[in-house]
């Protein structure tokens, strides 16, 4: 395990992330309040996009960016933006948990992001995209062994312990080299399902586009990433769980939600 000092920027293995903990958890262990957000869900979803599960169409040349707040232009590229889902061989319980809320969120195996931001200003969608978040985070908890405030050695009563500090360090080690242009140059990824993991690690930290800009965009999810596509996920999720019917706390559930994106015509 490497931290980013002067010694380890002349070792190799600064590319190589330093535990084998899973995106979501990764995502979860250093952010803040240490819970499970829609963000997760997001990840899952770059993941299935990453293998092949869940295709995806652009239909737009160049990047783009997603300001402070939707435009009808950010709209426009949600359309020419469309997923379909594959679900083919075997998958976590979470993963067939992401596909079936795609599904059912969208009534369709196939659709594009603006049609499914339009969907999460449906009440009826909202209330039923609710309950299968709340299935999918469940899910996550138990594959990862995590109950909301313990997770192996490294979290305990919700509050990182001295090993898992020790490792959030070494993160942010790997999180420098992921963004830094002088670094990744040197010590390039070795392959294109390297690049693939680094983004999603970079994802994990919301720094995705700035490690893309260093990297080559040669596949479906670079271009996805490009086009800030992890960011639109965030935003359709948050603004459905907006829209629900009855507002819920206290569940020990965070969710992360920013009015400021409400996808216009909401409830």
């Known amino acids: 395990m490497l931290g980013l000092n002067t010694k380890n920027q002349n070792n190799e293995n600064i590319k190589n992330p330093p535990s084998d903990d899973s995106y979501p958890m990764v995502s979860i262990l250093f952010t ?7 963000n997760t869900l997001s990840l899952v979803v770059l993941d299935l996009i990453n293998n092949g599960q869940i295709k995806c169409d652009i239909e737009l040349e160049g990047p783009y960016e997603v300001g ?3 435009t009808p232009q950010d709209m426009e590229v949600m359309k020419k933006i469309t997923l379909r889902l594959a679900n083919k061989g075997e998958l976590k319980t979470s993963e067939t948990l992401a596909i079936n809320l795609l599904k059912n969120m969208n009534r369709n ?13 449906n009440t009826s969608v909202a209330n ?7 299935e999918f985070v469940r899910a996550i908890k138990n594959e990862n062994g995590f109950d909301g405030e313990n997770y192996r050695d490294f979290l305990q009563g919700s509050k990182l312990t001295g090993k898992g500090k020790g490792l959030k360090k070494e993160w942010k080690g790997f999180q420098d080299y992921l963004k830094s242009k002088d670094l990744t140059e040197k010590y390039p990824p070795e392959s ?3 690049s693939s993991s680094q983004i999603i690690y970079a994802a994990c930290f919301g720094i995705e586009k700035d490690a893309l800009s260093i990297r080559q965009n040669n596949t479906v999810l670079d271009d996805f990433i490009d086009k800030d596509g992890y960011k639109l996920l965030n935003i359709i999720f948050n603004n459905a769980l907006l829209n629900v019917s009855e507002k819920r706390k206290g569940d020990g559930i965070f969710y ?9 015509g909401g409830g």
Do not use: H, R, W
């Open 32 to 38: 803040k309040n240490n819970s499970v957000g829609v």
């Open 68 to 70: 402070k707040k939707l």
């Open 109 to 121: 195996k196939k659709f594009n992001l603006k049609d499914m931001a339009k969907q999460s200003n």
């Open 128 to 134: 039923k995209f609710e309950k299968d978040l709340d």
């Open 192 to 194: 294109v399902e390297e």
């Open 256 to 264: 992360g939600v920013n009015d400021k994106y409400t996808i216009p």
